[in-house]
């Protein structure tokens, strides 16, 4: 099932139910904050994939976002940025990254404009700039062309493509604005695909920690007139294998999901034991409270009858 929410309040709800519960199966978060109906879309690849058994939340606000990343039951995330604005999300992506978090990063989310550090350690394009495909005038498209590079489980059976997409993200050197190879320090970090202009890296498989796929292109927008229309690579079977083995791959590989929900299970366990032992002092305290009720009408029993008993023998009894 494929949701759309922006209210934070719901969300918010949702969590705390969530912390005092495990039930419920993974969930996929795709993030898409200007482009609902490319997230839609994603939503549906997945949906379409018999190896995902999940629910799919489809996010437009920031907020709502940073708050359902801290979900336990969250086991990956996809980030597709079509523009260079700061999306306030970065610390986020570090810290589900770090914690062990799988994530498919599109477009800008490789920017560090966008996301900040987590251009670096998470989504490691190091983008600093953009590029435009080759125009082709036929179709009235920007094409890029994406070269193999590595053999890989996420690339099996495919080779050079080329595909209709308006935007390359890439590091370049800020003086002679070229494009300059730049990789992570450390993790396993590889190249699967290149493109064929200035052999930047459009596909980069990474893990350290965490695990991403990071695609330097696909920053896609709704607007069917635009050059950035998903529609233009929607039906490419290229994108199609290569996002969901993407995400078969992070989703197969993160190991945070396990362990939230054994901590959220634990949570729940700890929760429960606290409540049961609050049920035993209520009851124990209920106990002393009519004991000592009991005791107290005992005491008040003889003492009525001392009473009585006195009152006889002075002024009844006596001659």
Not at 52 to 68: G, K, P
């Amino acid at each position: 099932m494929r949701w759309v929410m922006a209210v934070a309040a719901c969300l918010m709800l949702s969590l705390q139910a969530t912390l005092a519960s495990t039930a419920g199966g993974p969930m996929v978060i795709v993030y898409t904050p200007t482009a609902p109906d490319y997230g839609e879309y994603l939503g549906s690849l997945i949906e379409g994939d018999g190896r995902f058994d999940a629910e799919i939340l489809v996010l437009t606000d920031s907020r709502d976002f940073n708050l359902m990343m801290h979900h336990p039951r969250v086991k990956a995330a996809v980030v597709g940025l079509n523009s260079d604005g700061n999306q306030n999300i970065g610390i986020t992506l570090e810290w589900f990254f770090r914690k062990g978090g799988g994530m498919v990063g599109l477009g800008f989310a490789g920017s560090g404009l966008a996301t900040g550090m987590a251009s670096e350690v998470v989504f490691p394009i190091f983008a600093n700039a953009y590029q435009n495909g080759e125009f082709d005038r036929d179709s009235r498209a920007f094409k890029l062309t994406h070269l193999k590079r590595e053999e890989d489980v996420i690339s099996e059976g495919l080779g050079d493509f080329t595909v209709s997409d308006a935007k390359l993200v890439l590091s370049v050197d800020p003086s002679s604005k070229e494009f300059v190879a730049r990789e992570p320090t450390s993790g396993d970090y590889r190249v699967l695909y290149v493109d064929s202009l200035v052999g930047a890296p459009t596909v980069v498989k990474f893990q350290d920690g965490g695990v991403s796929v990071t695609f330097a292109g696909y920053a896609a927008v709704d607007s069917a007139g635009s050059f950035g229309y998903y529609g233009k690579f929607a039906d490419s079977p290229e994108f199609r294998a290569l996002f969901r083995n993407a995400l078969h791959w992070v989703w197969t590989n993160e190991r945070k999901y396990a362990e939230s929900m054994e901590f959220a299970g634990g949570y729940a366990v700890r929760r429960q034991e606290d409540e049961d032992l609050r049920k035993q002092a209520e009851e124990r305290e209920r106990k002393a409270s009519t004991a000592r009720l009991i005791q107290m009408m005992l005491t008040i029993s003889v003492a009525g009858a001392a009473v009585l008993g006195i009152y006889w023998v002075t002024f009844v009894r006596a001659p």
